[in-house]
């Protein structure tokens, strides 16, 4: 069976994201923004009119791209299953805590390398909070933590993602009066659609066949000091920074960056939520929509959480701007924090209680 797993697939894996991340750029995505999941998906929340930000409304085809190409992947490979059933409405919430750190620090973990790449130092103070946030998450693993077993799903339900997906993108390609584009801003900033669709198609290969997650990534490095996933990650790193460099696109600093702020603690704080949220809810944004286009339910709901934390960020006006972090932006970062320890900490003594239980009915059996 053909599968790429070895080192040389997740490398190939990384370094074709980081080519069409500048290809993107150049051909209109918003600087340092060539895949950006949170933003993409805000910008999805608001051209449905989930919120009513104007500069960043616009159904992106490469969320769609993505979802398909590893719907059409799995398909073919035969990894196509649908399961969920794992606490669905905890993962929706960790999907809207995920996306309001990433509106925080103004991207989703993809962003903040490609950041990074383009000389933005606010990415590199960003990183140790993400880090952080996942270290944070597998000390909760170790401790047990589990949101409880999945389980086989009807079809019917595993297909809804990629339709979903197949339906934005007729909506796009249609433009009825509903559907809201931004005129000005990160929103108007965009690729021609076939080649963002087109992109997001082979990013979605890619990733369904070589499981490339951002903090998969991480988790692995802290967990066992595996650095399989994590060369895709630095591939990715290496190819944006060298794209950069050939076409005068980067640029060494805090200050002046394209839709960034400089409040490095509130940085570090919204990516450590994102990776500590990646962690509970097992996997990173990017990771939740292949995962919904192999069928599973829960990264599908997942994704809905994400999409509704980005409507709660600009209605309640959380979201970051490059001017910076609003007082109740910063409030909601302490809370969110909180309650994600909690949910860290509920599921590990549900995960205790759970092995607990198992232990003693094996040990019945053998008696």
């Known amino acids: 069976m053909f599968c790429l797993q070895e080192k040389g697939y997740i490398i190939a894996a990384g370094a074709v994201l980081g080519i069409l991340s500048i290809a993107l750029v150049l051909s209109g995505n918003p600087a340092n923004m060539g895949y950006c999941i949170a933003c993409f998906l805000r910008d999805i929340a608001g051209g449905l009119g989930l919120h009513r930000a104007a500069v960043v409304q616009y159904l992106r085809p490469e969320i769609m791209g ?10 073919a490979f035969r990894e196509f299953k649908s399961t969920g059933g794992s ?23 993809l962003r903040m390398i490609l950041r990074l790449s383009g000389g933005d130092l606010n990415a590199l103070v960003a990183l140790p909070g993400y880090v952080l946030g996942i270290w944070v998450g597998v000390r909760f693993l170790n401790m047990g933590y589990t949101l409880g077993p999945a389980v086989d799903q009807p079809k019917a339900n595993s297909y809804f993602g990629p339709l979903l997906a197949a339906g934005l993108l007729i909506l796009l390609l ?26 997001g198609l082979l990013v979605g290969f ?6 490339f997650c951002t903090m998969g990534s991480f988790r692995d490095v802290l967990l066992f000091r595996d650095f399989h996933l994590f060369s895709g990650i630095a591939a990715l790193f290496v190819v944006a920074l060298a794209g950069n460099l050939l076409f005068g696109s980067f640029t060494l600093g805090l200050t002046s960056q394209p839709v960034a702020h400089t409040e490095s603690i509130w940085n570090f704080l919204g990516m450590g939520i994102v990776g500590l949220a990646a962690v509970l809810a097992g996997g990173c944004p990017m990771r939740q929509l292949i995962l919904t286009g192999e069928g599973n339910t829960d990264a599908a709901v997942t994704v809905f959480g994400l999409v509704f934390g980005a409507a709660v960020m600009h209605n309640f006006g959380w979201a970051a701007s490059p001017a910076g972090v609003s007082l109740g932006g910063k409030y909601m970062v302490v809370v969110v924090w909180l309650l994600l320890l909690g949910l860290g900490m509920a599921g590990s003594l ?4 759970t092995t607990s239980f198992i232990g003693k009915v ?6």
Do not use: D, H, W
């Open 66 to 75: 993505l979802v398909l190409g590893a719907f059409v992947t799995a398909l």
């Open 362 to 367: 094996k040990s019945i059996n053998a008696g």
């Open 174 to 199: 249609a433009a009825p009066a509903f559907i809201f584009f931004s005129a000005e801003g990160p929103g108007a900033a965009r690729a021609p659609v076939a080649l963002a669709l087109g992109s």
């Open 350 to 353: 549900y995960g205790k209680k």
């Open 87 to 109: 606490s669905a409405v905890i993962r929706f919430f960790l999907g809207t805590f995920m996306m309001m750190g990433a509106l925080v620090f103004l991207g989703c973990p």
């Open 206 to 211: 890619f990733a369904q066949r070589t499981r």
